[in-house]
């Protein structure tokens, strides 16, 4: 090629920045429509989250609270921060850390009747372990009403 | 006793490293030989003392020390032998000692195996290597000594978390560590390059095998875990971009685009500062992977504030490491020279893009990850960044690469045509072409994705064969004289692309072909999943050394005959009261099949998951090959340990620059 050693710097130099724009924008995109939002129950009976698009939220599966489907595979439980609850819906088969009593996140949609169908169910790592999300959600409950007393975990 | 003659032994190797981190550097700078000379002994000792810390601590554990705290955290009487063992580095304090004494190990290795390179370069990578283990053991010393005692001493130990027990918790965290550390290796390197002003072919030379070896063993490290993973939490997944994972693959990324950018440092002399700036960063990654993985910061950002001192020591450790080599580089990096010039279209130039690529893709796992821990870390709210950003980001990003991977070793260096480019892979274009399209057709799904990653797949199979023919065929030895007329490394770069390849088509194939389902089974019921019958037999209860135990047998049929027979297990952990699922797999080279146990119902019914996993153990395969490529290059002849005259090697780097 006869072109100058300048301007086949600038050529790479311009084909990089094109490359490197281009990727710019597609992590920016792709972190933005897949960010998922957090939510505690209080928040969720206040109707602080969005119709229509997932989130998460966390807590305590409430005492007494599952129930299993005939198909043995649905299952529905109670998700509380121990000011508000949440009724969730879960068809699948559940971490082995699920446990009442224990903390807990969900991932899904709150429909009409308010009812939070969880597309994925998560509770892990060990016994005293508490969720990040589920215990900030106690923690949050806890400080808008100093009347009720935290659970141990 | 015994554990404080470990805890004065690190202190020990304390002392020894702060020399070790001095001395020989400042006798570099001033030429003075008796300092420079102190480094290789002091390596040695080093390493003998921080080995024998370590096996003060395995000694607790294997004899049940109660009265050392990190003991009795992490293990129990009950634990079998090699998990007590394993156990050493099951915690936050163990893993940092670990840290310790496989950069101890690394420091040696350098120092007995670095005869060729010259003394005051030799000085000044023992002496850098020696203060990061500085910062090292004076973490563990001030905040998190393992040796610590509990007074009264615990009746027994809470035990290891019952994830860890298992044969992948004895090499998956030493293999990684490996890898994490040998970046350290690297970096020393670039330093010592950066202090000493001098960067030229033959520095390439040394630092490469180093750099390849680590990258072999993270590789292997990494692809161990993604197995363990696999089998062991139950869901058939391999891969889950969860954090800890995606801190063990950003130094991957980076340590990738690093061996490719130091070989174009040796054979061409280019991209030296680029080469430089990579070694630095892929290293930092390594320290920001082990503190993000072990410090608790990924549970919870608030880990920090239960124990505030250890999170600003990693943090102060974190801006002393990165940003002094970065202002170094700042500094210095026009010393090290400019390369050599390349065209638009040369070899370099597709390493060059490869290299971007993959920095690119390492920033945006590196944004994932890290931009959830601050957002919650200064009270913004709480998001995660889940599979589908790392998914949407990564094909995109990783095609491209795949792509020019398939020409690189094809172009010319400094100066490639397209046209010929284009003549010569013409019929890898068309065959991979066809074959993305054919194939998924004759397997009854197609999909954009699905043909799309075949299309990479055989892409890469078809130029390797191609670039393979083209050096094999004009030639009229005989075919091992042939084989052998080609350098070892250049066999790993065709074995390790090969690698690649294989993985990207284990990925496209389980990804594409891939069927579960979930289903309530009582004894005798059949479940039918891709043509298979799997007949549930029922549960039997049993005991392990520490856990007790309901063993699930379900025979798989297909057309009435026996295909195997799966074993999935749901234990118990008595001592922490966890239960724990063990999947049951048949794996074989073209599909996996795969069962794990839900929870008991009613009746002896069993929830069930099964999982029918097309070639998915050619994505570890993949993996495999990969690091056997790196091994090869690693037995390439000009690696020898040889002591070269010097006049040759100034030669050599000054025709590199030409």
Redesign the interface.
């Known amino acids: 090629?006869a072109?100058k050693?300048r301007h086949?710097r600038f050529?790479?130099i311009g084909?990089?920045l094109a490359?490197?724009g281009l990727?710019a924008m597609?992590?920016l995109n792709?972190?933005q429509?897949?960010?998922?939002?957090?939510y505690t129950p209080t928040q969720v009976a206040k109707g602080e989250v969005p119709k229509n698009t997932g989130f998460?939220i966390g807590g305590l599966v409430e005492m007494g609270s599952i129930k299993?489907g005939e198909?043995?595979?649905t299952v529905n439980f109670v998700i509380t921060d121990t000011a508000k609850t949440v009724p969730v819906v879960y068809k699948?088969?559940?971490p082995?850390?699920f446990k009442e009593g224990k903390g807990v996140v969900a991932q899904g949609q709150v429909g009409e009747d308010g009812l939070f169908v969880a597309s994925e169910v998560l509770a892990k790592?060990?016994?005293n372990?508490m969720p990040?999300?589920a215990?900030?959600a106690l923690k949050s409950a806890q400080e808008q009403s100093n009347t009720l007393v935290m659970p141990t975990k | 006793m015994i554990p404080e003659i470990g805890h004065f032994s690190l202190i020990l190797a304390l002392l020894v490293s702060l020399v070790l981190g001095s001395f020989p550097i400042i006798g570099a700078a001033r030429g003075n030989t008796v300092w420079m000379g102190l480094a290789k002994p002091l390596a040695s000792v080093q390493f003998i003392l921080i080995a024998f810390a370590f096996l003060c601590l395995v000694y607790a554990f294997a004899y049940m020390d109660y009265s050392v705290l990190y003991v009795a955290n992490n293990s129990n009487s009950k634990l079998p032998l090699q998990f007590r063992i394993a156990a050493v580095w099951g915690g936050h304090e163990g893993s940092l000692l670990l840290w310790a004494l496989i950069l101890s190990i690394w420091t040696l290795a350098v120092s007995l195996f670095s005869k060729h390179i010259p003394d005051d370069m030799r000085a000044r990578i023992l002496g850098v290597m020696g203060l990061v283990s500085v910062g090292f053991l004076l973490f563990m010393l001030m905040v998190s000594n393992p040796f610590e005692r509990l007074i009264p001493a615990a009746l027994d130990g809470r035990d290891l978390?019952?994830?860890l027990q298992d044969p992948g918790m004895i090499f998956h965290p030493p293999m990684l560590y490996m890898g994490y550390v040998g970046f350290s290796v690297a970096f020393a390197f670039s330093i010592a390059a950066l202090l000493g002003g001098q960067l030229d072919a033959a520095w390439a030379r040394w630092s490469r095998p180093w750099t390849i070896l680590a990258w072999i063993f993270l590789t292997v490290g990494i692809m161990a875990g993604s197995n363990w993973a696999y089998y062991e939490l139950?869901w058939g997944g391999w891969w889950f971009w969860d954090a800890v994972e995606n801190a063990s693959f950003m130094p991957w990324l980076v340590g990738t685009a690093l061996i490719h950018s130091l070989a174009v440092t040796e054979k061409r002399g280019s991209f030296k500062a680029w080469t430089v700036l990579l070694a630095i960063c892929a290293f930092s990654l390594s320290l920001l992977g082990t503190f993000l993985v072990r410090s608790g910061v990924l549970?919870?950002v608030?880990a920090f504030a239960t124990d505030p001192r250890r999170g600003i020591f990693i943090l102060a450790f974190l801006v002393v490491v990165i940003g002094g080599s970065l202002l170094l580089f700042a500094w210095r990096a026009s010393t090290v020279g400019r390369g050599g010039?390349f065209?638009?279209v040369s070899r370099e130039?597709f390493l060059?893009?490869n290299n971007?690529?993959l920095a690119?893709a390492a920033?945006?796992v590196l944004?994932?990850t890290l931009?959830p821990l601050f957002l919650?870390a200064l009270n913004l709210?709480?998001?995660?960044?889940?599979p589908?950003?790392f998914d949407?980001?990564f094909a995109?990003?990783m095609a491209p690469a795949i792509f020019l991977m398939g020409i690189g070793p094809i172009a010319r260096w400094k100066e490639a045509a397209l046209p010929e480019l284009a003549m010569r892979l013409r019929w890898a274009f068309g065959i991979s072409i066809a074959t993305a399209v054919i194939l998924p057709l004759m397997l009854g799904n197609f999909t954009p994705m699905i043909g799309f990653g075949l299309f990479l797949a055989f892409w890469v199979f078809a130029t390797s064969a191609e670039l393979v023919y083209q050096r094999l065929g004009k030639s009229d030895l005989p075919l091992m004289g042939r084989i052998k007329a080609n350098s070892r490394s250049w066999w790993g770069m065709v074995i390790a692309h090969l690698g690649i390849a294989v993985f990207v088509l284990g990925v496209t194939i389980v990804k594409g072909f891939e069927s579960e389902i979930?289903?309530?089974m009582l004894p005798g019921d059949v479940a039918h999943l891709a043509g298979y019958d799997f007949t549930f037999d029922g549960v039997m209860d049993t005991h392990g050394p520490n856990y007790e135990v309901s063993r699930g047998q379900i025979h798989v049929t297909k057309n009435g005959v026996l295909r195997t027979i799966l074993e999935p297990e749901k234990r118990l952990y008595t001592v922490?009261?966890?239960?724990?699922?063990e999947a049951g797999i048949s794996p074989h080279i073209i599909h996996d099949l795969y069962a794990s146990l839900?929870?008991p119902?009613e009746g002896g019914?069993w929830?069930v998951?099964i999982y029918h996993k097309p070639m998915v153990e050619w994505i570890w395969f993949g993996c495999l090959m990969m690091a056997f490529g790196g091994f090869l290059a690693l037995a390439d002849k000009r690696y020898r340990l040889k002591k070269r005259a010097p006049s040759k090697e100034a030669k050599s780097s000054k025709e590199a620059t030409i």
């Open positions: 090629m072109l050693a086949k050529i790479l084909i990089g490359l490197i990727a597609l992590i792709a972190f429509s897949n960010m998922v939002f957090f998460r299993r198909d043995g595979l699948g088969i559940l082995d850390l790592h060990d016994e372990y990040p999300e215990a900030a | 978390n019952p994830l139950g549970t919870s608030h010039k065209d638009v130039s060059l893009a971007v690529l690119v920033l945006s944004l994932g931009y919650d709210g709480k998001i995660s960044v889940g589908p950003y949407a980001v995109p990003l979930a289903v309530k922490t009261n966890m239960p724990m699922t839900g929870e119902l019914a929830s998951r």
